[in-house]
């Protein structure tokens, strides 16, 4: 399983996140990157937050005014669908490893992104808190991740699947 990296993303707290061009990624997280409420984000093992644009794609299609970094991801993915992720998937990506470890539960920050529909209930169902990986939408709101190995991160890099827990 593998895709590329089609955005690294950075903000110093809040919403959106804005690209760079290249991201050193480091056991707390991305250089630069800083969040609004640290005791919800942020932390070892949620260093990294990792959303593919297959899912901002599909909310696009529901009229949600969404883009790459909209949803406070730090890595934006290509062809690596977020119905395969699980916990404890370790990936190579530019010159880090990061590990997978749970997904993340959107809060009420992207509420900005919501008009007469809630956004919310378009990324995350119930059963995804319980770890069923065949809920409606799993994945679609990203997955934690912690940082194995530092490194840096630049759009274009690939993403590669190293191991996962059996």
Same mark, same amino acid.
């Given at each position: 399983? =593998?895709? @590329? ?9 809040? /919403?959106? @996140?804005? *690209?760079?061009?290249?991201? @050193?990624?480091?056991?707390?997280? /991305? ?7 640290? @005791?919800?984000?942020? #932390? ?6 990792? &959303?593919?644009? +297959?899912?901002?794609?599909?909310? !696009? ?10 949803? #406070? +991801? ?7 669908? *977020? =119905? =395969? ?12 490893? &990061? ?16 008009? =007469?529909?809630? &956004?919310?209930?378009? !990324? ?17 709101? #990203?997955?934690?991740?912690?940082? &194995? ?12 699947? +190293?191991?996962?827990?059996?």
């Amino acid at each position: 399983m =593998s895709g @590329k990296i089609l955005q690294v993303n950075i903000s110093l707290g809040g /919403l959106p @996140k804005r *690209p760079i061009s290249l991201g @050193k990624v480091t056991k707390a997280g /991305l250089l630069g990157d800083f969040f609004a409420h640290p @005791k919800l984000h942020g #932390g070892p093992s949620q260093a990294v937050l990792i &959303i593919a644009n +297959e899912a901002i794609s599909s909310l !696009l299609a529901l009229g949600f005014p969404v883009f790459p970094g909209a949803l #406070g +991801e730090n890595l934006t993915t290509t062809g690596l669908h *977020p =119905s =395969s992720w699980r916990s404890g998937q370790q990936f190579h990506v530019g010159s880090a490893r &990061i590990e997978l470890t749970k997904p993340r539960e959107p809060c009420r920050a992207l509420d900005i992104y919501s008009s =007469s529909t809630p &956004i919310r209930p378009a !990324l995350y169902s119930p059963g995804i808190k319980l770890g069923d990986t065949a809920a409606l939408h799993w994945g679609k709101s #990203g997955f934690y991740a912690r940082v &194995i190995q530092e490194g840096d991160i630049a759009p274009g890099d690939i993403i590669v699947l +190293e191991s996962q827990l059996a």
